[in-house]
């Protein structure tokens, strides 16, 4: 599978006075203030920038834009003057979507360069170098485009267009230097939240387990460690619980363990992520419906997430040991599939029950956490899956539903969600959801009755977290796909998660 190269766009910085691009977007603060750079260019165009505001009735609030037109007494071709509202208290996510929203500007108006005046609009305000970077993330975060099965060119919306215009941008600051450091990782980051959405929106037919398996090995080229488990080895580790799942499919299973070693003392335990990689859910013998089913390519979007998150860590060199795992399976009704009723062995030697073979997310997940502290004995083990549709009549697309075993871990990840506006909600484990999927027939059943559905599936995967693994799950059934499109993505496959758990890392698992 190869993944979208017309993503790429050349981001640098330079200082105010560097000469220009042919097009140059100036920010405007409440009642059109301006910046230096930017008073000095109305001066040039003897007023032409303020006249022009005053003539449209543009004031520099927020999320508005006004554009000027081959300017005389300027270099530039266009100057977009981009208001950003009162100089208040704002966060770097703020800045982030002020990014994201230029990159839209720039799209729709299909202007290929420009440079970025990144300086206060308002009287000594200081614009840090993570102001600077933020905006460069976000106008990264924003151009991506999964275009690589349109033959043809169309004008729809900008996340269906074949190709992106934008392939430069310069951001003008104060310490160019510095924003270009602070931007390296920022790159980092973008790149996972790409690779993450390019897989979610890659169809099945291309993407199958082993597919999605080569994409992990496909991180060694950052110096990561990828393992691929082949079912003759899955057998052997006694993974029934997946391979059940998987035995449906003409396509075989894949474990992929990917392993990166950067903290100082290479013998820490690692940090474990943990992802589901159903390349496709027809839900087995107890079949789905039709209707919507094709979105159940993006049932790997937790892996996805795993992929994309390891991705950024090594290309950012994250001083942390870190391990990713996905369990990828197709899950498919087949004269080989498993049926209801059936009974699978778990490799932790705990028995299941399948009463509904399109819960097959928990069984997969099961076997892959168990492997994970087994083999890594990790700091934590957080679980990534789009588990249950139960968790988007609970929490719709707006946030993901997050279970946790210990307390601290579950904080830190929700104090990181402030941080990167990646909405995560806690919901309740509890004893009484977990005596609901006692079976007759063996240890455990794996579904509860019909309702509290995402909190017993959470329960399920709970019976195979050990006791002193502190351990989080995340269900995004809801916000990996076709959720609320934003000024930083407007792409089906969203990539949700990838900035959440690389915060957590940064705010508490890096020895800075
Ligand atoms: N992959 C689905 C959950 C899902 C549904 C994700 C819609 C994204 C969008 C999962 O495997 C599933 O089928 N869950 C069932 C569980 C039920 C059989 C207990 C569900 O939620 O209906
Ligand atoms: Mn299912
Ligand atoms: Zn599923």
Request: aromatic share 6%; with cysteine.
């Amino acid at each position: 599978m190869k993944t979208t190269p017309t993503n790429r766009i050349e981001i640098s910085f330079a200082a105010l006075d560097a000469s220009r691009e042919a097009t140059t977007v100036l920010l405007a603060g409440k009642d059109m203030a301006l910046s230096e750079v930017g008073r000095a260019m109305d001066e040039k165009s003897d007023g032409l920038i303020v006249a022009s505001a005053t003539a449209a009735d543009f004031t520099g609030k927020a999320k508005s834009f006004l554009d000027i037109l081959a300017p005389r007494g300027l270099d530039e071709k266009r100057v977009i003057v981009c208001g950003i509202g009162a100089n208040k208290e704002v966060s770097e996510n703020d800045w982030i979507n002020l990014g994201g929203t230029i990159m839209s500007q720039l799209l729709s108006r299909k202007i290929p360069t420009a440079s970025i005046v990144c300086e206060p609009p308002l009287d000594g305000a200081d614009v840090s170098t993570a102001f600077v970077a933020g905006t460069a993330l976000g106008a990264q975060l924003r151009h991506y485009k999964f275009g690589k099965y349109k033959t043809k060119e169309s004008d729809t919306d900008e996340a269906d267009a074949k190709q992106d215009g934008v392939t430069k941008l310069v951001f003008h600051c104060a310490d160019p230097e510095a924003a270009s450091k602070a931007f390296i990782d920022g790159r980092a980051i973008a790149n996972g939240v790409h690779l993450a959405r390019d897989l979610v929106n890659e169809p099945a037919n291309s993407l199958g387990p082993v597919e999605l398996a080569d994409a992990a090995k496909s991180l060694e080229e950052f110096g990561m460690n990828v393992d691929i488990l082949v079912p003759d080895e899955l057998t052997k580790l006694g993974m029934g619980a997946l391979l059940g799942v998987a035995q449906g499919s003409e396509r075989p299973a894949r474990v992929a363990v990917m392993r990166w070693q950067g903290a100082d003392d290479a013998g820490a335990p690692p940090v474990a992520f943990v992802g589901k990689g159903v390349v496709f859910d027809t839900g087995g013998i107890s079949i789905k419906g039709a209707q919507g089913m094709e979105d159940m390519k993006g049932d790997m979007g937790g892996a996805a997430t795993v992929v994309g998150l390891m991705r950024t860590l090594a290309e950012r060199k994250a001083k942390v040991n870190a391990v990713g795992l996905i369990g990828c399976v197709e899950n498919m009704p087949s004269h080989n599939a498993q049926r209801p009723g059936d009974v699978v062995t778990s490799m932790s030697g705990q028995t299941i029950e399948v009463i509904n073979t399109d819960a097959e997310g928990r069984l997969v997940l099961a076997d892959v956490v168990w492997y994970a502290q087994e083999r890594f004995k990790p700091k934590f083990v957080i679980d990534l899956a789009t588990l249950t549709g139960a968790i988007m009549v609970a929490l719709g697309k707006e946030y993901a539903g997050l279970y946790a075993s210990d307390d601290a871990l579950s904080e830190q990840i929700l104090e990181a969600s402030k941080t990167t506006g990646e909405k995560v909600w806690r919901m309740p484990l509890d004893k009484a959801y977990d005596k609901l999927i006692d079976s007759k027939f063996a240890d455990m059943k794996n579904i509860g009755g019909r309702w509290g559905g995402a909190c017993t599936a959470a329960q399920f995967i709970k019976r195979f977290v050990k006791d002193d693994t502190p351990w989080v799950h995340i269900d995004l059934a809801g916000t990996a796909m076709d959720s609320g499109r934003n000024d930083i993505n407007q792409s089906w496959g969203s990539g949700w998660g990838v900035r959440l758990l690389n915060q957590v890392v940064v705010d508490h698992y890096e020895a800075s």
